[in-house]
């Protein structure tokens, strides 16, 4: 059966656009992976480059689609984007380092009531490219964010920011005011001068523990079992870990499967995480900000976020009960309503 083609808009009218052309829909099928059980679907693809729907069939189901399009930075790396589906204004999904923007899709399948989510994968992660020089100078997370929304042509979208991603969304929001409706932050990397993260490159410890993360895997199932079975993974979701499983490892020659975020991309990102600006220029955004931290995060405590929303003009904080930092990915859920509340004072009311 023919899949119906829907342009991408919202309420804004906004089109489905990439480098600001109009692109022409057709279908094609993809497969769907249902803990461990191959079933075709009809699914779209871009004519011309790919856009990448992704459609949320249960909550134990992630769909494995074609190679995602991508927009170009202004320092020339290209980025991959993810049309997460949805009816409503924009809402822009960008990723905890290590991770990609399809790890979103159980979060945004559980907003796409209100919102229609779009994710990116950011320079390194996924299926994006990397920076001139391996130069990952936090920054430039900014400018992928404002690429993606470029390149969509998005009017002013809801954003939500985990971890790195959240620091991202704010970097993006300080260069270019009013990018962003209004912001949701779960634990950004964002920190005074003096912490919590070592200020030398060479002791920082999760830096040193991306650099023995294991890489390669006999199945992408093994890789699934294997975080399934030990902390930090053991917390998440089984649809997000999934997602992050499927979407997260590339296809060797041989059969295995290997991460994309490899452990040396993984750990200098880490070490340039103190290194951005963003804290000293809080008070440059003026858009609405909810900074949020899980109630049992070991990253991320009161004391931070309201040491952020102090400088913010205009921010709340939040504590979200019975989640750690990987909250998002933890309980879509929860953290699903607590962006619908987040949001609803912008005109956007709760499910």
């Keep these: ?22 692109r022409r829909l057709v279908p094609t099928t993809v497969v769907a992976a249902v803990r461990g059980l191959d079933t075709p679907l009809p699914q779209i693809r871009d004519a011309a480059a790919g856009v990448h729907r992704v459609r949320l069939v249960s909550a134990s189901t992630t769909i494995v689609t074609s190679v995602p399009p991508a927009v170009t930075t202004s320092d020339g790396v290209e980025i991959a984007v993810h049309d997460l589906g949805g009816d409503g204004p924009p809402m822009l999904f960008a990723h905890a380092t290590g991770f990609h923007g399809l790890v979103f899709a159980p979060l945004a399948h559980l907003l796409s009531g209100q919102f229609h989510g779009v994710a990116l994968d950011l320079r390194g992660h996924g299926d994006s490219g990397l920076p001139l020089g391996m130069d990952f100078d936090w920054h430039g997370f900014g400018r992928d964010v404002l690429a993606t929304v470029d390149g969509l042509g998005l009017t002013r979208p809801f954003g939500v920011g985990h971890s790195g991603g959240g620091a991202g969304l704010l970097l993006a929001e300080q260069a270019r005011p009013g990018t962003f409706r209004a912001l949701y932050l779960f634990e950004p990397i964002v ?60 296809d060797l020659d041989d059969g295995r ?16 995480s103190w290194r951005h600006d963003a804290y000293d220029h809080l008070a440059e955004v003026r858009c609405p900000v909810t900074v949020a931290c899980g109630a049992t995060s070991d990253t991320y405590g009161t004391d931070l976020v309201e040491a952020i929303v102090d400088r913010l003009p205009r921010a709340r904080a939040e504590v979200v009960p019975g989640v750690g930092h990987f909250g998002p990915l933890e309980d879509p859920a929860l953290l699903a309503s607590s962006i619908r509340s987040a949001f609803a004072a912008e005109g956007q009311p709760p499910a």
């Design 257 to 272: 499967v290997q991460l994309k975020c490899r452990g040396e991309t993984e750990a200098l990102v880490y070490e340039q």
């Design 191 to 250: 920190f005074p001068p003096n912490g919590p993260f070592p200020t030398g490159a060479g002791d920082n410890p999760l830096s040193e523990a991306a650099r023995r993360r294991r890489e390669i895997f006999d199945s992408r199932q093994e890789a699934f079992d294997n975080y399934a079975s030990k902390p930090p993974f053991d917390r998440v979701a089984p649809e997000a870990l999934r997602a992050y499983v499927d979407h997260g490892f590339a």
């Design 1 to 22: 059966m023919r899949p119906s083609v829907r342009r991408f808009c919202n309420a804004e009218g906004i089109a489905d656009r990439l480098d600001g052309r109009r």
